[in-house]
Every structure is written in structure tokens, then in C-alpha cells.
């Protein structure tokens, strides 16, 4: 009988060890079970909407990289048009503007641009008296412009030879207005429409300054923006792991193509001795690959475009991931690598982004064995699941999930209380199913306090933060607040802090793993204790 519970007894141990401290538990982290984090967002990637103030500077700043107009002639009053979007000849022939009507800017300088249609080619004219079409497939001196600006809106638009173009009465769009037109209403004159003017990445900001005032505006920004002091504070609360976007020009650094500014590897280095010195972890997060994954700022997008899917990217990609992996991989610091944050459903297809994160896990495990590496699914329409399932790697693999109640119609009139309940509904169901799935770990890498509700109290942001917590507490890699700073304050996790909106209480814990496996430790003993 002693035989027989004696080997009950192991056998429950040895269960209770597996199942309690296993599952739940994240490799190398100070005291927590998992990662309890906030992001660095807007620091070694620029994002315009999180520090504005750092374009006010740029001359002629509504008319950066990416940015859209329309060109309406004065004297025909009808717009400049590519047909068929593109690769076909150029009129001035339509009432109303729209998609045939918009390009997206190409900035060689304040006063020097390139015009691309919605499907990709340039407006190109091949010297003086020339008509425009729209079938250069990449620009070069003849698809560049000169655009000079009044202050009514209306342009004037000359070729790099000094030549203006202008609307002629048969609707052709041709460079040869004789001399230098006024601002009266002639053929030369064009009233420009911006359609919009969304991008604010470190593409537009390199390229809008120019190199040497965005090396300086960028290197004050990166010395400043995040500090030492910034670490302290989130030791102090109870942070244990920093994620940190980067983009990929951070492996050419201290001189990267044109027109990125070196400087983000001191930076990243800074950080992590940051990190170090307050038992802070670190996830290297490639926010930004070749060619945009996404066409977002975020991503450094130039134009909108996302380029990334092809095979030369995605090889300079991995070499980034090397060169990360090789330099971080044995820093006491560093608990994972990001291959690639939030490519888009749209534009990047699955078994291509499978593909490259199979190669970059095995990437990463030539430098670690220890190093998780996290996989984020694709934005927009697309299932989590798809990457959840895809065989990609057999240790410490983690899906990083974004959850905003926001960026969609859904969300669009929804009261606190549907906010919330939105939460338990979905989301809690959904982290539950991936945690009893026997796959990777979870781990919601980007969530905010913020919704678009807006007159919510102070007491509903509370409630909002901590159904938030109490739910993504349950994901088994654990979360990262999106982001430490931002001028908009609910974005702002250091000021969701300091205001008590944001009440982060106890740190979660592997579900009390110690003392489940205590409390059952001490049950075995009283039954021996009363039974032998």
C-alpha cells in the first residue's frame, strides 16, 4: 500500500509540475511568469501621428513622400487625368475628379517632385513642346517637375529643361507654354487639390528635411524621447519587458540607402543596457521590412505601396534578422525577436509570409536555442488562426496578436459597456482557445486604452483598462501596452499611469502556480499523514 501511494505521489507531483509551471511560463523573466510590457513606439520608427512636432520644420510639409493631389486646369476648368489609372496617354479632359484624377507624390526636393498614378507609372514628358503620358515604370530626370506654389493653391509646373507645361483647348496636357506665366487665370495654371496627406514615416521625414537637418532633428529626437529614466519608471510599476520597434535600415547603420539617418543602433544599444541595469527584457520588434509590408508609416512606407513580398526583399530582410539575432543573441537583456510587425492581409500572402517565417526562426535559432521568436498575424481580413497552425517552429515560437477596438466600422458606435463586452465575448474566448490549442504561446503585443467612445469618464476608462488587464492577463506570453509616450494622452501609457486611468494592480502570475502546486503538495501530505 505504502508502494502504491508513494508512487501516487510522485506521479501528481510530477503532473502538477508540468501542467502548472510549463504551460504558462516564459523563460527568463525577473519574479513574473510573463511579460508584462509596454512598447517604444515612435522612437527608432517614426510615426508623424505620435509626435507631430517633429515635421513642423519641413518645408513645403504638405507636400511629402506619399502625399495625394489633383491638378485642375483654370482655363478649361476640368482635371488632369491618367487613364485607366495609369500606362496610357494624359488629358485635361474630366469634370470631376477622382481616382484616374490622383497622384501620389514622388519628393526629390522642397520644390522637385515626381508624379505616380494609382497604378504605378510616372507622368513623363521627353523635352519641350513634348505631350505627357503616364508610362514611365520608374522616374528619373524626365518624370521630375518643378512645382512653384501661390498662395491661393494654384501651381505652376515646369520640366527640369525650365519649361511650363500647360492645358491646351484640344484637352492635351504639353510642355510648351511660351515663357514664364503669371497668376492670372492662363494655360499654365493649375489649381492643386491635396487629397490627402497621411504619411508621416522616417521616409517622409529624411526626405522632407533633407539629410544633414534630419540627421539633427533625429538625433535629438532618438536622445531625448526615451531615456534611462524612462526604464526607471517602468521598473517602478512593475514592467518587465520593453518591446521595441525598429526598421531595417538599423542593420546599415551608422550609414544607411538614402534617405534613412543612421543612429538607431546606439539607440537600441542604449536601451538595452537600460534594460539590463533594471532587470528589463527586451523583444527587438522589425517594425519596419524592405519595401513596406503594409504601405503604413510605421512601416516606412515612401508612397503607400507595399513592396515587401518579393524575393529580394524578403532576403535583405533575413539578413536584417541575422545581423539582429548575431548582435543581441547572447545579451542578458534580450528575450525575443519580432520578425515582422503587422503585414498585411491585403497585400501579403500567407504561404509567402509562412515561408519567411520559417527561415526566420531558423535564422534566429542559429544564433539562440533560447530566444523566442514571435510570429504577428496579418492585419485587416485574416484569421489569426492561419499563423497560429502554420508549422513554424518547435521551441519558444509566440503569436503576437493586435487588439484595438478601434481602425474599424464595427467599433464605430459602440457605448463602454459594448466595449467591454466585447472583450469577454471575443476576445476572452478567443485567447481561451489559443491557450488550451497545444501551439505557440499568445501574446497580445499591441493593445491601447483607448476606443471611440467619446464621452467616456474617467471611471470608464478605469473599467475599460481593467477588463482589458484582466483579460489579456490570460494570454500565455502576456501583453504590451501600445505605447510609452504619445502626445495623444490615452495612447500615452506613462500618463495613463500617473492620471489613474490605467490601474495595472498585482502582477499576473503563472495562474498562482506556486501555490496550486503547494496547496496540492500539502492535500497529499494530510491524506498520507491520516491514511499510513
Given at each position: 500500500?505504502?508502494?502504491?501511494?508513494?508512487?501516487?505521489?510522485?506521479?501528481?507531483?510530477?503532473?502538477?509540475?508540468?501542467?502548472?509551471?510549463?504551460?504558462?511560463?516564459?523563460?527568463?523573466?525577473?519574479?513574473?511568469?510573463?511579460?508584462?510590457?509596454?512598447?517604444?513606439?515612435?522612437?527608432?520608427?517614426?510615426?508623424?501621428?505620435?509626435?507631430?512636432?517633429?515635421?513642423?520644420?519641413?518645408?513645403?510639409?504638405?507636400?511629402?513622400?506619399?502625399?495625394?493631389?489633383?491638378?485642375?486646369?483654370?482655363?478649361?476648368?476640368?482635371?488632369?487625368?491618367?487613364?485607366?489609372?495609369?500606362?496610357?496617354?494624359?488629358?485635361?479632359?474630366?469634370?470631376?475628379?477622382?481616382?484616374?484624377?490622383?497622384?501620389?507624390?514622388?519628393?526629390?526636393?522642397?520644390?522637385?517632385?515626381?508624379?505616380?498614378?494609382?497604378?504605378?507609372?510616372?507622368?513623363?514628358?521627353?523635352?519641350?513642346?513634348?505631350?505627357?503620358?503616364?508610362?514611365?515604370?520608374?522616374?528619373?530626370?524626365?518624370?521630375?517637375?518643378?512645382?512653384?506654389?501661390?498662395?491661393?493653391?494654384?501651381?505652376?509646373?515646369?520640366?527640369?529643361?525650365?519649361?511650363?507645361?500647360?492645358?491646351?483647348?484640344?484637352?492635351?496636357?504639353?510642355?510648351?507654354?511660351?515663357?514664364?506665366?503669371?497668376?492670372?487665370?492662363?494655360?499654365?495654371?493649375?489649381?492643386?487639390?491635396?487629397?490627402?496627406?497621411?504619411?508621416?514615416?522616417?521616409?517622409?521625414?529624411?526626405?522632407?528635411?533633407?539629410?544633414?537637418?534630419?540627421?539633427?532633428?533625429?538625433?535629438?529626437?532618438?536622445?531625448?524621447?526615451?531615456?534611462?529614466?524612462?526604464?526607471?519608471?517602468?521598473?517602478?510599476?512593475?514592467?518587465?519587458?520593453?518591446?521595441?520597434?525598429?526598421?531595417?535600415?538599423?542593420?546599415?547603420?551608422?550609414?544607411?540607402?538614402?534617405?534613412?539617418?543612421?543612429?538607431?543602433?546606439?539607440?537600441?544599444?542604449?536601451?538595452?543596457?537600460?534594460?539590463?541595469?533594471?532587470?528589463?527584457?527586451?523583444?527587438?520588434?522589425?517594425?519596419?521590412?524592405?519595401?513596406?509590408?503594409?504601405?503604413?508609416?510605421?512601416?516606412?512606407?515612401?508612397?503607400?505601396?507595399?513592396?515587401?513580398?518579393?524575393?529580394?526583399?524578403?532576403s535583405q530582410t533575413l539578413h536584417v534578422i541575422d545581423f539582429l539575432a548575431s548582435r543581441y543573441a547572447r545579451h542578458p537583456a534580450l528575450l525575443g525577436i519580432e520578425l515582422l510587425n503587422e503585414p498585411s492581409a491585403a497585400t501579403v500572402p500567407l504561404d509567402i509570409l509562412v515561408s519567411y517565417y520559417n527561415q526566420g526562426y531558423q535564422t534566429v535559432r542559429k544564433h539562440s536555442s533560447?530566444?523566442?521568436?514571435?510570429?504577428?498575424?496579418?492585419?485587416?481580413?485574416?484569421?489569426?488562426?492561419?499563423?497560429?497552425?502554420?508549422?513554424?517552429?518547435?521551441?519558444n515560437l509566440v503569436v503576437d496578436l493586435h487588439y484595438y477596438n478601434l481602425f474599424d466600422n464595427f467599433f464605430v458606435n459602440m457605448s463602454a459597456v459594448d466595449n467591454i463586452q466585447f472583450i469577454y465575448k471575443s476576445r476572452e474566448t478567443q485567447l481561451e482557445a489559443l491557450n488550451s490549442a497545444n501551439g505557440p504561446l499568445v501574446f497580445i503585443g499591441e493593445w491601447v486604452n483607448e476606443?471611440?467612445?467619446?464621452?467616456?469618464?474617467?471611471?470608464?476608462?478605469?473599467?475599460?483598462?481593467?477588463?482589458?488587464?484582466?483579460?489579456?492577463?490570460?494570454?500565455?506570453?502576456?501583453?504590451?501596452?501600445?505605447?510609452?509616450?504619445?502626445?495623444?494622452?490615452?495612447?500615452?501609457?506613462?500618463?495613463?499611469?500617473?492620471?489613474?486611468?490605467?490601474?495595472?494592480?498585482?502582477?499576473?502570475?503563472?495562474?498562482?502556480?506556486?501555490?496550486?502546486?503547494?496547496?496540492?503538495?500539502?492535500?497529499?501530505?494530510?491524506?498520507?499523514?491520516?491514511?499510513?
Open positions: 500500500m505504502e508502494l502504491v501511494l508513494t508512487k501516487w505521489v510522485c506521479t501528481f507531483l510530477l503532473c502538477s509540475w508540468l501542467i502548472f509551471s510549463g504551460v504558462y511560463s516564459v523563460e527568463g523573466l525577473h519574479g513574473d511568469s510573463k511579460v508584462r510590457g509596454v512598447n517604444l513606439g515612435g522612437w527608432l520608427v517614426v510615426e508623424g501621428w505620435i509626435k507631430p512636432s517633429l515635421f513642423d520644420g519641413i518645408p513645403n510639409g504638405d507636400m511629402l513622400d506619399g502625399t495625394q493631389v489633383q491638378l485642375k486646369s483654370v482655363t478649361l476648368e476640368k482635371y488632369v487625368s491618367a487613364e485607366n489609372w495609369g500606362g496610357m496617354n494624359v488629358s485635361v479632359s474630366r469634370d470631376v475628379a477622382s481616382s484616374w484624377e490622383t497622384f501620389t507624390l514622388w519628393r526629390v526636393s522642397e520644390s522637385e517632385f515626381q508624379f505616380r498614378t494609382l497604378q504605378g507609372q510616372f507622368l513623363t514628358c521627353d523635352g519641350e513642346g513634348c505631350s505627357f503620358s503616364a508610362t514611365a515604370e520608374s522616374p528619373s530626370t524626365l518624370e521630375t517637375f518643378f512645382v512653384e506654389k501661390y498662395n491661393n493653391g494654384r501651381v505652376h509646373i515646369k520640366t527640369t529643361s525650365g519649361t511650363y507645361l500647360q492645358a491646351t483647348v484640344e484637352n492635351q496636357l504639353i510642355a510648351d507654354y511660351p515663357g514664364k506665366p503669371g497668376w492670372d487665370d492662363n494655360a499654365a495654371t493649375f489649381e492643386m487639390t491635396i487629397v490627402s496627406n497621411n504619411l508621416h514615416g522616417d521616409y517622409q521625414l529624411a526626405n522632407g528635411y533633407a539629410h544633414n537637418k534630419a540627421k539633427e532633428v533625429l538625433k535629438r529626437h532618438r536622445n531625448s524621447f526615451i531615456t534611462i529614466g524612462d526604464f526607471i519608471f517602468l521598473y517602478k510599476h512593475g514592467i518587465n519587458t520593453v518591446r521595441i520597434p525598429v526598421g531595417w535600415w538599423i542593420a546599415y547603420d551608422p550609414d544607411p540607402p538614402a534617405p534613412f539617418i543612421g543612429g538607431t543602433l546606439e539607440a537600441l544599444d542604449n536601451a538595452f543596457s537600460w534594460a539590463q541595469a533594471y532587470n528589463i527584457k527586451c523583444i527587438i520588434d522589425l517594425h519596419a521590412a524592405p519595401g513596406s509590408q503594409n504601405g503604413m508609416e510605421h512601416s516606412a512606407s515612401r508612397d503607400g505601396s507595399t513592396d515587401w513580398p518579393n524575393p529580394d526583399y524578403i533560447t530566444a523566442y521568436v514571435i510570429v504577428c498575424q496579418r492585419i485587416g481580413n485574416a484569421d489569426p488562426l492561419e499563423v497560429y497552425h502554420a508549422n513554424i517552429g518547435s521551441r476606443w471611440n467612445v467619446t464621452s467616456g469618464s474617467q471611471k470608464d476608462y478605469q473599467d475599460f483598462g481593467r477588463v482589458q488587464l484582466e483579460v489579456y492577463n490570460a494570454a500565455s506570453f502576456g501583453w504590451a501596452y501600445w505605447t510609452l509616450k504619445n502626445d495623444r494622452p490615452h495612447w500615452d501609457f506613462e500618463w495613463n499611469i500617473r492620471n489613474n486611468y490605467l490601474q495595472l494592480g498585482n502582477s499576473p502570475k503563472k495562474r498562482n502556480v506556486n501555490g496550486l502546486a503547494l496547496l496540492g503538495l500539502t492535500y497529499v501530505l494530510f491524506y498520507l499523514h491520516h491514511t499510513l
